[in-house]
């Protein structure tokens, strides 16, 4: 079941990939160049969307959160990779399935790049458990548990962060 529910979720989440415009070349161009904020504002939404759904689900006791570890040297050399991909490519991960769903060869290079890097990855891994993999690590924290509220009140201040920073790019025209 939970297999069928993960491919309902993803042809959902290629859908709104599609229909939003986010997985057109021009628009990863245009969002990587500051000039065109839609893909902010998908994922800003994304996220919000996500934070609520969440927390909505572990307040009903429907999920148990999982928190994953955070590690600095890990995220920060994770995001510095990710950002040099999307920067030669045009395609982030789910940009780029969704662009190929959609006909454009040009983002096998995407997929072929996040092949490569996985496969490279897993044989850096066991020299990075010793290095990077270490570096600042501060364990299983959130947002919330790190500043000692409730999840809520950091949910409400990322709405009202986000619907500013809609309300500033809409101004704007981006």
């Known amino acids: 079941m939970q297999l069928v529910i993960g491919l309902i979720t ?3 989440f290629g859908v709104l990939l ?3 415009r986010v997985a057109r070349y021009d628009k990863q161009l245009l969002a990587l160049r500051l000039m ?3 893909i902010v504002k998908f994922m ?3 996220i919000v969307v996500a934070a609520v759904g969440i927390y909505a689900l572990v307040a009903m006791d429907a999920v148990t959160l999982s928190v994953k570890p955070a590690i600095l040297g ?3 050399a994770g995001g510095l990779i990710f950002g040099l991909g999307w920067g030669l490519v045009g395609y982030c991960p789910g940009t780029a399935a969704a662009a190929f769903g959609e006909g454009r060869l040009d983002a ?3 997929m072929a790049g996040m092949v490569l890097g996985g496969a490279l990855y897993a044989e ?7 290095t990077v993999l270490t570096w600042g690590d501060y364990g299983k924290i959130t947002i919330p548990t790190a500043l000692g509220v409730s999840p809520w009140l950091v949910i409400a201040v990322l709405v009202v962060c986000a619907a500013l920073l809609f ?3 809409e101004r704007r025209g981006l």
């Open 167 to 169: 309300r500033f790019f």
């Open 44 to 46: 800003l939404t994304t």
């Open 124 to 130: 850096a891994y066991p020299a990075m458990q010793a």
């Open 74 to 76: 890990a995220n920060i």
């Open 10 to 12: 993803g042809i959902l």
């Open 18 to 20: 599609e229909r939003s």
């Open 36 to 38: 065109d904020m839609t």
């Open 108 to 110: 096998l290079w995407a």
